[in-house]
């Protein structure tokens, strides 16, 4: 039996509360109200708080007790401090953001490197190789424009300031999101910067005789936003082309502008740097001009194409006086040294651009291309007569060897804009404008082409046979996408079919590395975030042993991108930025790595709006520079990553590992399960899907479709990974975190407690599962389910005094009845309030060990999700309103009634709007020729109903995702 729950003191009320403050007092009336309900559950075990404070707010909506504007100023003042509360979690996560703490600190580290090194060149090896890659991908999390993302952003620096972002948020475009990324690109970069003048510093000290020659770099930068086609038809070649030149802009105006400073300084004369600042000059001007030209190039509006055919003639002629080779540019800077020999602040000045030059080219970012294995299946489905699946057992061999055949004679075709227009094939188009990229733009710079969906060899040859086609074999790192279950299992095998390939052993010896990717979002949500993680580990551990096993070690170096997002539904570790990086690759790994003799490198994305924000302000940029260098650069500060004795191997990866394996299948299969479950794909797709505000250019899949509900079609596989967990969230129940792990833990509770205790590697994944429970709130998703109860509804028809509400009530409970919704959604409630209690009851003997279960924000987060359901109540209410009408039309009222139900409002309304239209307004000039005396009454036509239902669904809807966004503040991310 639960304790009934003691207030002693009550907590800092969520919005500021002043004699008489309105939303203060309604506020501190909701807190009590659900404090009461908590104390109640012994009583009443089978209600949901959250529900019965709803069902108190809804109840005073109707009785005119409150209005909707009262809750408006209690969600304000939530949001408000939602907001904060963001800030406060990006400066934990973090860690120290004090602009000169993080230069100290990188000082510190630097000069601990040089104190290590025996002489010059051991030193610069160590800074001067690629040690963590960032990744910037433009995933629909973005819930703030980037003039909100700054000023939150100043907050973590002010904590006398709490901005509230009361203003609608729009969906962002697709040149938004470009915008949001050079943004923080160019934040990073100038981090970086302020990396190398400590270098610099350092070097200079130590290494007089050599410290103009330091070339450091420690970090990459990379992009996929505006090329990521994965999924994709409204990303055409030219905008990718577009997006192309702007991070080349980016990057040359920096240039440039650092030229300017020192002639303005008098460092340098202007005849000193006459040619690279006139060629840098005259690049940025052509390059403005073609990339406003691409950015609105429409073929439908270019008959026969004599717009592009003149572009194209323009690029190529101007070629020449454009810097299209950073060797060619770094020629022209480096004699600038000796110009200002005296000034050591203006050598370090040059010596920093110089390794920026070399380190990023003439982009402010690498680009990563990304298209689906069925695209590339298809550009050679002619040469190969591929049939079936290219990993089918029957044609495996004699596929692998066609394409082999074709790799091995494949001659160079050089391109035109034109044939890329006339290109149907999306994998033949994007080779080609890589192609086109290399020989107009930039003729160095190294191309990232991803392959999501990648399970065969086969997938990745016919890769590689396309890039030798199009002459861009030199320039492209073909890396496949290793994410499904099948794909995590195999991804090894795959690469080591290739490796048996002379000719694909040259391309990667040539190109110094083998790039793979790998994802926690599909994986993720398939088997279950902890078991992805796992699998994700020892793929990388049978690439280190396959890599070994050819010899390669001196001449390939092993590249890993995972994706991963914020959230820890999506791969994020929940504590700060080094355990971040722990996660992705563990002390044990990183050992065995350095014991093969495998040169690693770490990729992994910083995605959305959720990921922009952690590099929205320089200093922000900066932390993050300084987290990620500590871990990679210096020793790893977070001792949780270690045992007790260092030299102590974690026994998760000895005597422990096959129980541990045992212990993760079994959450893997309850994760499978649970994506079988019909019943799941119903909690899923009903109500979630309206509940997510847009927040991305992507299309998020939502129940747009009108008509009555097909249950047999809600499938959890068809739903991407944000929405999927994003849905999770809102709704109450981080499932693909935390569902398994009760079932897995009551087989062998021993071994939990024994792995707990003693393995550091186990205890981070068990920090995910007890962050997935603080976010989970069993009452708000009990008290979603129990809303679409009709009983619920006929008992509250029974305990109404007023016969219009009693009516209404049982017209709510007639209409569910016709949706079988409840019985499902109820069994599959029991089956994870059984898990998820048996998991915290297990993690909560374990508190003495530091895992924390408290659920941060608790009563502001349920009170929200109680003015959610209580707006959602009214909705309900709403729609038995809705006057019948003729069977003309093709949808009925019930369908129409049944699409509200599930809040697919505004496609509803519209529908509703045509078959209630307004009258025309009236032509005060009109001339008929006779006179009316037709009396023109104000509410004529359909006027009431528009006023009364259809404008009120419409602003009631806005609330909810108003609430949805304040929820998302409060998590820290979208999903």
């Known amino acids: 039996?639960?304790?009934?729950?003691?207030?002693?003191?009550?907590?800092?009320?969520?919005?500021?509360?002043?004699?008489?403050?309105?939303?203060?007092?309604?506020?501190?009336?909701?807190?009590?109200?659900?404090?009461?309900?908590?104390?109640?559950?012994?009583?009443?075990?089978?209600?949901?708080?959250?529900?019965?404070?709803?069902?108190?707010?809804?109840?005073?909506?109707?009785?005119?007790?409150?209005?909707?504007?009262?809750?408006?100023?209690?969600?304000?003042?939530?949001?408000?401090?939602?907001?904060?509360?963001?800030?406060?979690?990006?400066?934990?996560?973090?860690?120290?953001?004090?602009?000169?703490?993080?230069?100290?600190?990188?000082?510190?580290?630097?000069?601990?490197?040089?104190?290590?090194?025996?002489?010059?060149?051991?030193?610069?090896?160590?800074?001067?190789?690629?040690?963590?890659?960032?990744?910037?991908?433009?995933?629909?999390?973005?819930?703030?424009?980037?003039?909100?993302?700054?000023?939150?952003?100043?907050?973590?620096?002010?904590?006398?300031?709490?901005?509230?972002?009361?203003?609608?948020?729009?969906?962002?475009?697709?040149?938004?999101?470009?915008?949001?990324?050079?943004?923080?690109?160019?934040?990073?970069r100038g981090a970086w910067r302020d990396y190398c003048a400590i270098v610099f510093k350092v070097a200079a000290e130590i290494f007089p005789d050599r410290w103009k020659t330091c070339r450091p770099r420690g970090i990459s930068i990379a992009s996929w936003v505006g090329f990521d086609l994965d999924g994709r038809m409204d990303i055409g070649w030219t905008a990718s082309y577009a997006n192309r030149i702007a991070l080349m802009i980016l990057q040359l105006e920096h240039y440039q502008n650092v030229l300017s400073g020192l002639v303005r300084a008098r460092h340098l004369t202007p005849a000193d740097v006459e040619e690279p600042l006139t060629r840098l000059r005259l690049s940025v001007e052509q390059l403005r001009d073609y990339h406003a030209r691409f950015s609105s190039y429409n073929p439908d509006q270019d008959p026969g194409y004599a717009d592009l055919q003149a572009l194209s003639r323009h690029l190529i002629e101007d070629k020449a006086s454009r810097v299209t080779s950073k060797t060619e540019l770094a020629e022209m800077i480096a004699p600038l040294l000796d110009a200002c020999a005296e000034n050591a602040d203006a050598q370090t000045t040059l010596c920093i651009l110089l390794s920026e030059i070399e380190s990023a080219g003439l982009s402010a970012a690498d680009v990563h291309f990304r298209i689906n294995a069925a695209q590339v299946h298809n550009a050679v489905r002619r040469q190969t007569d591929l049939k079936s699946h290219p990993a089918d057992p029957r044609f495996r061999k004699s596929y692998m060897d066609k394409i082999s055949t074709h790799y091995a004679q494949a001659e160079t075709v050089n391109v035109h804009f034109g044939d890329i227009l006339g290109e149907k094939a999306s994998a033949r188009r994007l080779f080609m404008l890589i192609q086109q990229i290399c020989m107009h733009l930039d003729s160095e710079s190294p191309v990232r082409f991803l392959i999501a969906e990648s399970e065969s060899a086969f997938t990745v040859m016919s890769a590689l046979y396309l890039a030798r086609c199009y002459g861009v074999e030199d320039h492209i790192d073909i890396c496949p996408l290793f994410e499904t279950e099948r794909a995590l299992a195999q991804g090894s095998r795959i690469l080591g079919n290739l490796l048996e390939n002379e000719n694909v052993t040259a391309y990667y010896k040539n190109r110094g590395k083998i790039c793979i990717q790998t994802g926690y979002s599909d994986a993720g949500r398939f088997i279950g975030q902890v078991p992805a993680g796992g699998s994700i580990e020892r793929l990388k551990e049978r690439m280190i042993k396959l890599l070994a096993h050819h010899s390669l070690r001196e001449e390939i170096r092993l590249v890993v991108f995972d994706t991963h997002g914020e959230s820890v539904?999506?791969?994020?570790?929940?504590?700060?930025?080094?355990?971040?990086?722990?996660?992705?690759?563990?002390?044990?790994?990183?050992?065995?790595?350095?014991?093969?003799?495998?040169?690693?490198?770490?990729?992994?994305?910083?995605?959305?709006?959720?990921?922009?924000?952690?590099?929205?302000?320089?200093?922000?940029?900066?932390?993050?520079?300084?987290?990620?260098?500590?871990?990679?650069?210096?020793?790893?500060?977070?001792?949780?990553?270690?045992?007790?004795?260092?030299?102590?191997?974690?026994?998760?990866?000895?005597?422990?590992?096959?129980?541990?394996?045992?212990?993760?299948?079994?959450?893997?299969?309850?994760q499978a399960r649970l994506n079988d479950n019909p019943d799941y794909g119903l909690l899923l797709n009903l109500l979630g899907p309206n509940l997510l505000p847009p927040s991305g250019s992507r299309a998020v899949k939502r129940q747009s479709e009108l008509g009555?509900?097909?249950?047999?079609?809600?499938?959890?596989?068809?739903?991407?990974?944000?929405?999927?967990?994003?849905?999770?969230?809102?709704?109450?129940?981080?499932?693909?975190?935390?569902?398994?792990?009760?079932?897995?833990?009551?087989?062998?509770?021993?071994?939990?407690?024994?792995?707990?205790?003693?393995?550091?590697?186990?205890?981070?994944?068990?920090?995910?599962?007890?962050?997935?429970?603080?976010?989970?709130?069993?009452?708000?998703?009990?008290?979603?389910?129990?809303?679409?109860?009709?009983?619920?509804?006929?008992?509250?028809?029974?305990?109404?005094?007023?016969?219009?509400?009693?009516?209404?009530?049982?017209?709510?409970?007639?209409?569910?009845?016709?949706?079988?919704?409840?019985?499902?959604?109820?069994?599959?409630?029991?089956?994870?309030?059984?898990?998820?209690?048996?998991?915290?009851?297990?993690?909560?003997?374990?508190?003495?060990?530091?895992?924390?279960?408290?659920?941060?924000?608790?009563?502001?987060?349920?009170?929200?999700?109680?003015?959610?359901?209580?707006?959602?109540?009214?909705?309900?209410?709403?729609?038995?309103?809705?006057?019948?009408?003729?069977?003309?039309?093709?949808?009925?009222?019930?369908?129409?009634?049944?699409?509200?139900?599930?809040?697919?409002?505004?496609?509803?309304?519209?529908?509703?709007?045509?078959?209630?239209?307004?009258?025309?307004?009236?032509?005060?000039?009109?001339?008929?020729?006779?006179?009316s005396t037709q009396d023109h009454q104000e509410d004529e036509g359909y006027t009431l109903e528009t006023r009364q239902i259809f404008d009120p669904l419409i602003d009631l809807h806005k609330r909810l995702l108003t609430i949805s966004r304040t929820l998302i503040h409060y998590f820290g991310f979208t999903g």
């Open 1 to 188: 039996m639960m304790r009934k729950t003691e207030h002693t003191q009550p907590p800092a009320s969520p919005i500021p509360v002043q004699q008489g403050n309105a939303s203060g007092d309604l506020y501190h009336r909701f807190q009590a109200l659900y404090r009461a309900a908590q104390d109640d559950r012994d009583e009443d075990p089978f209600f949901s708080p959250v529900l019965r404070l709803a069902l108190h707010i809804q109840n005073a909506l109707e009785n005119n007790d409150i209005t909707l504007k009262d809750l408006d100023t209690v969600i304000s003042g939530l949001h408000g401090k939602a907001v904060c509360r963001r800030a406060e979690r990006a400066k934990k996560y973090l860690g120290p953001c004090a602009r000169d703490e993080n230069l100290a600190r990188l000082e510190a580290l630097i000069r601990k490197i040089a104190a290590a090194a025996p002489d010059f060149d051991a030193f610069q090896n160590a800074i001067g190789k690629i040690s963590y890659g960032y990744v910037f991908t433009a995933h629909p999390t973005f819930s703030l424009t980037m003039e909100q993302s700054h000023t939150l952003a100043e907050t973590v620096f002010r904590e006398d300031y709490c901005p509230c972002f009361t203003e609608s948020f729009e969906k962002p475009s697709l040149n938004d999101e470009n915008r949001f990324a050079c943004d923080v690109i160019g934040h990073l």
């Open 569 to 670: 539904g999506r791969g994020a570790h929940p504590v700060n930025v080094a355990m971040r990086m722990a996660y992705l690759s563990s002390p044990h790994f990183l050992r065995g790595a350095k014991t093969a003799g495998i040169d690693y490198l770490q990729e992994s994305s910083w995605q959305g709006g959720d990921g922009f924000f952690l590099f929205h302000h320089p200093d922000l940029a900066l932390a993050n520079l300084t987290r990620v260098l500590e871990f990679w650069l210096g020793e790893d500060p977070e001792p949780k990553t270690k045992t007790e004795n260092e030299n102590e191997e974690d026994p998760y990866y000895t005597h422990l590992r096959g129980a541990a394996t045992e212990f993760l299948i079994n959450v893997k299969d309850y």
């Open 708 to 931: 009555p509900l097909r249950m047999e079609g809600l499938r959890t596989r068809d739903m991407r990974a944000i929405p999927h967990n994003a849905i999770l969230l809102q709704m109450g129940i981080y499932a693909n975190v935390v569902s398994g792990f009760g079932q897995a833990i009551r087989s062998d509770p021993a071994f939990f407690a024994e792995i707990l205790e003693h393995s550091p590697q186990f205890r981070t994944y068990i920090d995910f599962v007890a962050s997935g429970c603080r976010l989970s709130s069993c009452d708000a998703l009990k008290a979603y389910i129990d809303t679409l109860d009709p009983l619920l509804w006929q008992i509250r028809a029974t305990r109404q005094s007023d016969p219009e509400r009693r009516e209404t009530c049982e017209a709510v409970a007639q209409s569910l009845e016709t949706m079988p919704v409840h019985a499902a959604l109820g069994r599959l409630y029991r089956q994870l309030y059984q898990d998820i209690s048996y998991l915290r009851r297990a993690l909560g003997r374990f508190e003495s060990h530091g895992i924390d279960l408290v659920r941060a924000h608790k009563e502001e987060t349920d009170i929200l999700q109680a003015i959610r359901i209580a707006i959602i109540h009214t909705i309900f209410s709403l729609a038995m309103r809705i006057p019948d009408y003729s069977p003309q039309h093709e949808l009925d009222r019930a369908a129409l009634v049944h699409n509200i139900l599930q809040l697919n409002i505004p496609e509803t309304v519209e529908e509703l709007r045509r078959i209630f239209p307004l009258p025309e307004p009236e032509d005060p000039h009109a001339d008929y020729g006779e006179r």
